[in-house]
C-alpha cells in the first residue's frame, strides 16, 4: 500500500467510527512510515496513537464521578511542567566538539543501539547523562543528537515550573515527569540542573532541597534502562556529591579552539553556498574569535551572512556564489567579545 492508500483508509475508518479497523491501519501505517525512512514521523504518530489509547482507558474507567475530573487536571498539570515533546533529526555529523566529548557521546549512544546484547550478559546500561561546561558550547545540540541517533522522543522539562514555592510541589512534580518518561520509554532532558540538584543547604531552604535531592536519587534509582535522563549545567561544583555520582557519563564542554572554530564554519557553510571575500582576513577574524563559544561565533557568523546578502547589488549575477563580507563579521566578533567582557 502506498502512503496515500494508508491515510484514504484512515480518513474513511474514522467517520464511520470504526475504532478496531482505524487502530489496525494506524498501526499499519506506522511501520510503513519506519520502513520508507520517514521515522520521525512514526515517532510522532505514535505518541498520538499512545496518548489517545490512554486518554480512551482513562475517560473509559471514570466516565462517572468527579474521578475524571481530576484526570484531566493531573494531564493539564503535567503539560505545563513541559516546554515541548520532541524528535530530533541531529546526529553526531551536527555537532562539533573534541575527540574526546565525541567519542563518549558515541558510546552512550552505542549502549542504548544494543541494549539487548548487554541485557543478556545481565550488563548495566548507562541511561544517565550529565553534560557540563560553559554556555552555548553545545550540551543542547548533544541533548538533540543522542535523541536523533536513538530516534527517541524528547520531552525538555520546564523548569519554572517544576521548581515551586510551595513545600513538597517541586518533589511531585518530578515525579509525574519521570513516570511520563518510562511509560512512553523516552528522555528526558533537564537544563539548568543545578537548580535542581545544588548542594543541599540546610540553612537556607529548610530542608526543602534535601527532600528534592532525595527524590531525584530515587527516581534515577527505579530509572528504566531503557528511558534516559540528561542533565545538562554550567555549574557542576554547584551539584550535590551524591547526585553526581548517579551519572553513569559525565561530559565536559569547553570553549572552541582554532580547530573547532574552523570545523564549525565549514558546518555552517558547506555544500559552497557562500564564500568569504576575503580568506586571509577570515582566518585572522577566526583566531581573535578565541575565547567565545560556538552559539555566539554561529550568530555572528549567520548575522554576518544575512547583512551581506542584504548588502549585495541588485545587478550581481544569481548565479555567482554570494561572498560573505569579512568587514561586518569582524565588527560583530568585535562587539560580541566587547559585550561578554572578553
Not at 496515500?4 to 487502530?23: H, R, S, T, W
Not at 566529548?101 to 539487548?116: T, V
Request: hydrophobic share 40%; aromatic share 8%.
Amino acid at each position: 500500500m502506498s502512503q496515500f492508500d494508508y491515510i484514504k483508509d484512515i480518513a474513511k475508518f474514522g467517520l464511520e467510527n470504526d475504532q478496531d479497523k482505524l487502530l489496525i491501519v494506524l498501526n499499519e501505517f506506522i511501520e510503513h512510515s519506519k520502513k520508507t525512512k520517514k521515522v520521525n514521523f512514526a515517532i510522532q504518530l505514535q505518541s498520538i496513537l499512545k496518548d489517545s489509547i490512554r486518554q480512551h482507558k482513562t475517560s473509559s474507567l471514570t466516565k462517572v464521578g468527579s474521578d475524571a475530573y481530576f484526570n484531566r487536571v493531573e494531564d493539564r498539570e503535567f503539560n505545563e511542567l513541559v516546554l515541548e515533546k520532541i524528535t530530533s533529526d541531529y546526529r553526531l555529523s551536527n555537532i562539533v566538539a573534541n575527540d574526546s566529548i565525541k567519542n563518549d557521546l558515541n558510546f552512550f549512544i552505542e549502549e542504548h543501539q544494543n541494549i539487548d546484547v548487554l541485557k543478556r550478559f545481565d550488563l548495566p546500561v548507562a541511561n544517565k547523562l550529565l553534560l557540563h561546561g560553559p554556555s552555548g558550547c553545545g550540551k543542547t545540540l548533544a541533548s538533540y543528537v543522542v535523541a536523533g541517533e536513538l530516534q527517541k522522543m524528547m520531552i525538555v522539562v520546564n523548569l519554572g515550573a517544576i521548581v515551586s514555592s510551595k513545600l513538597g510541589e517541586t518533589s511531585k512534580n518530578l515525579s509525574k515527569i519521570f513516570r511520563s518518561a518510562a511509560a512512553e520509554d523516552c528522555i528526558i532532558f533537564i537544563d539548568e540542573f543545578d537548580s535542581l540538584g545544588k548542594v543541599r543547604d540546610y540553612s537556607q531552604d529548610h530542608g526543602e532541597m534535601k527532600r528534592v535531592v532525595n527524590t531525584i536519587l530515587q527516581l534515577f534509582d527505579y530509572l528504566p534502562q531503557s528511558s534516559i535522563v540528561i542533565a545538562a549545567t554550567n555549574q557542576k561544583e554547584m551539584l550535590d556529591e551524591a547526585l553526581l555520582r548517579r551519572f553513569d557519563f559525565s561530559i565536559g564542554f569547553e570553549l572552541p579552539n582554532d580547530k573547532q572554530i574552523k570545523d564549525l564554519i565549514q558546518l555552517l557553510i558547506k555544500e559552497g553556498k557562500f564564500v568569504f571575500d576575503n580568506q586571509s582576513k577570515a582566518h585572522k577574524i577566526i583566531k581573535s574569535a578565541i575565547g567565545l563559544s560556538y552559539f555566539s561565533i554561529q550568530k555572528t557568523l549567520i548575522t554576518t551572512i544575512k547583512r551581506s546578502l542584504f548588502a549585495k547589488d541588485k545587478n550581481d549575477n544569481p548565479f555567482v556564489v554570494p561572498k560573505i563580507k569579512t568587514s561586518i563579521w569582524e565588527e560583530l566578533v568585535k562587539n560580541e567579545k566587547k559585550a561578554l567582557d572578553i
